[in-house]
DNA sequence: CCTTAAACTAAACGAACGTTTAGTTATTTT
DNA sequence: AAAATAACTAAACGTTCGTTTAGTTTAAGG
């Protein structure tokens, strides 16, 4: 062995998260990820291999910081008030400066050709399937209803939490409380 | 005068905006829009002035076609269950050849940073006003409600929609007819 | 203490981007 | 028919991108 790393790769992992939870994939350049994460492009390659390698390794790293939110769902079992606190908790985990930053999730799928990367789709399904399990179980726990009903209703809440998280970036909260208010009404 | 044009603007734009509107603005470059238009890089700037120009003008062009479904919604008197249906026409409209296409407009408020260009900000909100002002107008001739209702409403259809033009490049017919269905229970 | 190897810096890489320019062709007008 | 002008082709522009490479510094192991 030879000298020692200067950074936690942890550290500089969640920083370049970050960036490109605000920025996008493609909008986040490399220079910015030098800035941002303190250190070098060399430093950056020889830890993560390339641009696409570190933005796996921030995916995971926005994994675990929405799963501490999923936790707190996964602990209650009031089914689907528990999952609208969810969409609220939601709201103000990805709350930006001035309009939210969405979900990193999210903001891939959209922004990404879909199957363009094979593992990076990877991460994108795994985490929108956690989701609806996680709304399927909830409301499990609260419906004791036809299991037709049930994926029904998780695909549905499925869908407005996507649709959330794509509006946050672009709507005021009045607009985006009114819609999570209407969208729990017949559930 | 000399030689006249051997395109027809309108004709090219139409061509460009598919591009767009199947692989983003930031994914559709020059080279691709010279093949798919079939004509020379210089000839698009002589007609568009820039990348951006040439952008703007395929939002109008889309903003055409989106008109022709939304004069259906504007010709009938049922309120909600028209809205509906325009929800229903909309998948139509957004087809791609497997997944979904999505909105445009929708894709470019994704896509985009949104203040980056004055020009396709202005083009953006006054296209998303244009629809909550149509939902809101098809709600008032069945509802007779208060307007508070009435403006509430029509927010939230029109960030199911925003949700739903999103959601139809990535999940499936059924998932969509799911979602349509159950954001009209709560209407 | 000296060798060695990994972490570092900084510069350069080729490719692709949007854009521009120089030079040619074609057609209208005088 | 000649002159004029706009549409055309094709090549090159300067930047920026992600990535690589050459050369230097640092510290651990024999």
New interface residues.
Partial sequence: MARQKKYSEEEVVEKAMNLFWK??F??TSMQMLEKEMGINKFSIYSSFGSKNGLFIECLNSYKIELNRLMDKLRATENGAADIKQYFYDFLEFSKGSD?GKGCLVT?T???I??YTDEKITEVLINSTNDVKQLFASSLRKELEKDELIIE??A??L???M???S??S???TKT??H??IE??F??I
């Fill in positions: 920025n996008g493609e909008s309009l903001n799928s959209n922004e050709d879909i029904q209703q695909d549905y499925l869908l407005a996507f649709g959330l794509s509006a970036r672009l709507f607009q985006l009114n819609y209407n969208t009404k017949n």
